[in-house]
């Protein structure tokens, strides 16, 4: 059974880096031939792709948050990190990794490919 569980502090200051780990249980992130990805959702609003890591360790960033985000991995601990510099309050969200289980390219433009989801985890950015 995959489990991901999101991690990191609750509150961020402005123009801080927003940080977030997310540990993947049952399975090697490293497993042919899935991608892990990073989703939020802001307050009253709707999910928000932000960006994803490959099995291989290749990565993928929304436009509108490329320029200050970086994802990465942790293989010995099999764990996303997420890192969103330059953090303001528009960023203030619910957080989610999930994994992409596709056969085919089209399936990564929706979110009908993720199967596994961690909890969320929400994240303010506040004075």
């Known amino acids: 059974q995959v489990q991901l569980q999101e991690s990191g502090p609750g509150l961020v200051k402005p123009s801080q880096t927003l940080s977030l780990t997310c540990t993947v249980s049952?399975?090697?992130?490293?497993?042919?031939?899935?991608?892990w990805t990073w989703i939020r959702q802001p307050p009253g609003k709707g999910l928000e792709w932000i960006g994803a890591?490959?099995?291989?360790?290749?990565?993928f960033y929304s436009s509108s948050l490329k320029g200050r985000t970086s994802i990465s991995r942790d293989t010995s601990r099999n764990q996303l990190i997420l890192q969103l510099r330059s953090a303001a309050p528009e960023d203030t969200a619910v957080y989610y990794c999930?994994?992409?289980?596709?056969?085919?390219?089209?399936?990564?433009?929706?979110?009908?490919?993720?199967?596994?989801w961690g909890q969320g985890s929400l994240v303010t950015v506040s004075s």
């Open positions: 890591i490959t099995y291989a360790g290749g990565t």
């Open positions: 049952g399975l090697s992130i490293t497993t042919n031939y899935y991608t």
């Open positions: 999930a994994r992409f289980d596709c056969s085919d390219f089209d399936c990564y433009a929706g979110y009908n490919g993720l199967d596994y």
